[in-house]
């Protein structure tokens, strides 16, 4: 055969012929994880400024947001929590675990009101902490990563206890996949909850839309001594080497666009792990902006999402998942390229 001679296999005209090549790079329903932000205030349903269409949504507006999107085909959410004021946060991180705080309120109502829907809590401490970073810190400022990763498992075990179907530490510090098993297996039946890690997420820019709607902001330094230096690749497949080790369930590559690479080399190296993909706020309002502007919004969203299913994703985490909800509705329940 000649090598150049390949359109015979991509004939546009047997729509078929392509779909066999797209292979994975479509995308359903299953797919999609709808990340939350819930606000303290129960009654608040607040846009944030800036990531247009996304809200701060309280306890009691969350049933009727998320009603319509259940029955478009709405089957995972991701919650954070989000303090309306620093004066309830401290330097443990105290508010996190908070049975009447905004995430155990929300994970005993989404059970109650949507049983099919699987609800996944982001455990960290950054939300809550008076400092704004991921663990517990000494004297000087410094994360102590010993007794942080007990806190982020106590965090983890109350989520489970309060009917969590999976825990999702975000905090990237050493060794806390291990500490939530361990907790898990003294005090919870392990085989009722699933740990999806933050297996490789990097230091990178596209955070600050997020950081805005959290108010997570560190109050000094940045995370980089615990988050991946964005210029490696090799750092992020020993991380996710590490999580396997430790008993991850699902792991997971944040950012997801400019990580390809990345995501690619976690799948071959652990090709029987589900692989998630975190495509964020800096992500989110690039697409939106340019989509927008360019009136492809459909288009761009769709091939940055097909890019991040090629690479080798199983679970796409998007604030775009309510419009590919409806884009999926209306072809018919599967969008491929």
Known sequence: ????????????EYGVLRSWW????????????????????????????????????????????????????LSSVL???????????????????????PVIKSVRMLRKEFPTLLVTCDVCL?????????????????????????????????????????VAPSDMLDNRIAAIKSKLSKEHPLDKVTIMSYSTKFSSNMYGPFRDACKSGPAFG????????CGSSSIGLLTADRDVEEGADILMVKPGMFYLDVLRGIKEAHPNHLLAVYQVSGEY?????YGNKSGNLQKIVCESLFSLKRAGADILLSYFTPMVLQWLKENGGVLTP
């Open 79 to 101: 919650l954070f929590g989000v303090l309306n004021s620093d004066d309830t946060k401290d330097n443990r991180g105290s508010p996190a675990d908070d049975p009447h705080g």
């Open 1 to 12: 055969r000649v090598l150049s001679d390949l359109s015979s296999g991509i004939n546009a």
């Open 126 to 166: 950054c939300e809550y902490t008076s400092h704004g970073h991921c663990g517990l810190l000494d004297k000087q400022g410094l994360i102590m990563n010993g007794p942080s990763i007990e806190r982020i498992a106590e965090v983890a075990l109350s989520y489970a206890k309060a009917g969590a179907h999976v």
């Open 222 to 229: 940045d995370r980089k001594c615990y988050q991946l230096p």
């Open 22 to 73: 797209n292979g994975v790079s479509k995308i359903t329903c299953s797919d999609l994880v709808l990340p939350l932000f819930i606000s303290e205030d129960d009654d608040a349903f607040e846009e944030i400024q800036s990531m247009p269409g996304v809200h701060r949504t309280g306890v009691l507006k969350l049933k009727g947001y998320l009603e319509p999107l259940v029955q478009l085909g």
């Open 285 to 289: 309002v690039m697409l939106h902006d």
